[in-house]
């Protein structure tokens, strides 16, 4: 799309130049009330007190001048559902509540309508009054910053009057409709008399229509639908009922492997095929793909990625939820979040990262596998029989693939055992395959970008060697630290030695629990644990268990040495 440069200077921070591609259309979006909102780019949404000159160069007038994109300040793009509540939380303003969180965007919601409904359907309705709807309307768009508005169930044509007239009142980026008419389950959520109101007034303000194939059916007056031509043809007549874009979904076509929707803007047809995904969980789907078109044309992609992004994350959401149960009825709700079946499938009580997890810490190494000749998972399962109680996969030398197979392999002994499985430097692997966490060094991944990726429940682990580092790792929000080498070890090259004097100085500073690390095995392991520091937790060990002959018999002997132990009350015995 062509667009236009310009640059804006702020004269309360006059070192400060922002520097703007603005498509044309948005000279068309420049508002009264002082207030500019330059489409397309969300993350740059300028309050200023003074005029605004949409010609070459812009100056801002008055001193001032402030922008949202300041560092401390940060633009979140917004959409705006205005739709109906579903009680199954399958649809509805539920539906786009989770798509919009899926999708990072923001979203404020507008109800219409109530409806007491589940997997089998929907039993009951309750508009809301048109003046409420009103007042939800006004309440949202005269505080918030809106992007994009995205409507569902709009239930009578005073409810879909009121809202044109208040979108002329507040302008925002785009307005998505998906002209919801009959629910997943066959029920009317919006009769016969709302078409003509959706053809005159809403669907000529709309970005996009998004009518599945029994709703443009009906909007075209009941044309049979029942091949992809049809469905161009549908669209072209949809479109010239006044909407920019429409996409007719097709998902419903007989006699077709592929879901296949056709999306014209006036000039192209983008006909977007993928394989049709076996499932009863399609409840919600219309009103999730609607919602995360209008995300991401929130976050200022153009029209075509936002419909392929969105109908991408509604398919990879179906096909993660294709197994899942929720319900007794014929269609149920699908995930949109990717992490039911995570937990359900994962309760080991691993949720919860507990520090007496790091007694007998067994790292292992790829190179000591390949010496030996064992897999990977035949390690692990040795060091967990012996009496490991986490386990941190540190394979240096391993292909990412196959790396990734182990790692999903050893997940599970891991979790048969209750066992934590953490992934050492490898951030991508630890996300790929679920694990329990990662372990990283000073000079990998930040543990607090590694906190970000992963969020608050996975283990993270930091190496440190000083009170500073320690320090460090626990503002980054770490669960544990490990600390060394306490002796030297051919196990990790150049690594620096920092005796039992540091082990004991990084304890001491440390508000996170420790766990010992380097040349460490059965006949030191004692001398270390009594240093006599209470967050001291346990040993890390490699070569003592994985550069021998017998992983089982290494790992029990430890093992049954840390567990005779009871240094200052803080080890038990096993
Ligand atoms: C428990 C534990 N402590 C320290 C380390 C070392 O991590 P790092 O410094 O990142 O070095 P590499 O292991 O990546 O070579 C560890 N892996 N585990
Ligand atoms: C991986 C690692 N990190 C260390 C640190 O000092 O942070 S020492 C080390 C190697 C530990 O292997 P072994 O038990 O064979 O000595
Ligand atoms: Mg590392």
Redo the contacts with the bound molecule.
């Keep these: 799309m062509a667009s236009s440069t310009f640059v804006f200077t702020s004269s309360s921070s006059a070192s400060r130049h922002y520097l703007l591609l603005i498509p044309p259309q948005a000279s068309a979006k420049a508002y009264t009330n002082n207030k500019l909102r330059v489409s397309n780019s969300p993350s740059f949404v300028l309050r200023t007190k003074g005029s605004i000159h949409l010609q070459g160069f812009v100056a801002m007038q008055e001193k001032g001048a402030s922008t949202l994109s300041d560092d401390s300040k940060i633009k979140i793009p917004h959409v705006l559902t205005v739709a109906g509540s579903d009680s199954g939380a399958g649809a509805g303003i539920q539906a786009d509540l989770k798509a919009c969180a899926a999708r990072r965007v923001y979203c404020s919601t507008v109800i219409t309508s109530v409806t007491a409904q589940n997997t089998v359907g929907v039993q009951g309705v309750s508009n809301v009054s048109e003046d409420f709807v009103a007042e939800q309307l006004k309440s949202v768009l005269s505080d918030m910053q809106v992007d994009v508005v995205k409507t569902g169930m709009l239930p009578s044509v005073g409810i879909v009057k009121i809202l044109c007239k208040t979108l002329r009142e507040f302008p925002v980026q785009a307005l998505v409709v998906d002209p919801v008419m009959v629910s997943t389950s066959g029920d009317v959520l919006a009769g016969p008399s709302i078409l003509s109101v959706f053809r005159e007034e809403l669907f000529p303000m709309a970005d996009i229509i998004t009518p599945n194939l029994k709703e443009a059916s009906a909007l075209l007056d009941g044309v049979q639908l029942e091949t992809v031509d049809d469905l161009r043809s549908a669209a072209r007549l949809l479109y010239d009922m006044g909407p920019k874009n429409v996409l007719v979904k097709g998902g419903d076509l007989p006699d077709s492997s592929d879901a296949v929707d056709i999306l014209f803007n006036g000039d192209n047809f983008y006909e977007l095929r993928s394989p049709r995904i076996k499932t009863r969980n399609t409840h919600g789907t219309g009103c999730s793909l609607a919602s995360c078109i209008a995300a991401e044309l929130a976050k200022g992609y153009l029209m075509v990625s936002a419909v392929k992004v969105a109908k991408r994350f509604v398919e990879t959401a179906l096909d993660y939820s294709k197994d899942i149960v929720i319900g007794n009825g014929l269609q149920g709700p699908f995930d949109h979040l990717l992490r039911l079946k995570g937990h359900s499938q994962d309760c080991h009580g691993l949720q919860a990262f507990n520090p007496s997890d790091l007694l007998l810490y067994a790292v292992t190494d790829s190179e000591m596998n390949k010496k030996w000749g064992r897999s990977i998972t035949d390690a692990v399962k040795a060091a967990i029989e012996g009496g490991a109680t986490i386990v941190q996969l540190r394979e240096k030398d391993a292909e990412t693939q196959d790396f990734l197979e182990s790692a999903k392999a050893c997940l599970k002994i891991c979790h048969s055992h209750g066992v934590p499985l953490l992934i050492?430097?490898r951030i991508d692997i630890a996300l790929a395959c679920d694990a329990d966490g990662v372990?990283?060094?000073q000079?990998?991944m930040p543990a607090h970008v590694a906190r970000t990726l992963l969020g608050p429940e996975k283990i993270i682990g930091v190496?440190c060697k000083t009170p500073e580092q320690a320090q460090q790792a626990w503002v980054d929000g770490a669960d544990y630290i490990g600390c060394g080498g306490v002796y030297p070890t051919n196990t990790k090259e150049n690594n620096i030695t920092v005796g039992l004097d540091g082990l004991k100085t990084v304890c001491m500073a440390s508000k996170l629990p420790v766990v010992a690390i380097g040349g460490i095995g059965v006949s030191n392991a004692r001398i270390v644990m009594e240093i006599g520091v209470p967050n001291l937790k346990g040993v890390a060990v490699v070569s003592a268990l994985f550069d021998r002959e017998c992983v089982l018999t290494e790992t029990r002997k430890l093992h049954a040495m840390l567990s005779e132990s009871n240094i200052d009350g803080t080890l038990k015995k096993l």
Excluded: L, Q
Aim: hydrophobic share 10%; proline share 0%.
């Design positions: 050492n430097d372990h990283v060094g000079s990998d190496s």
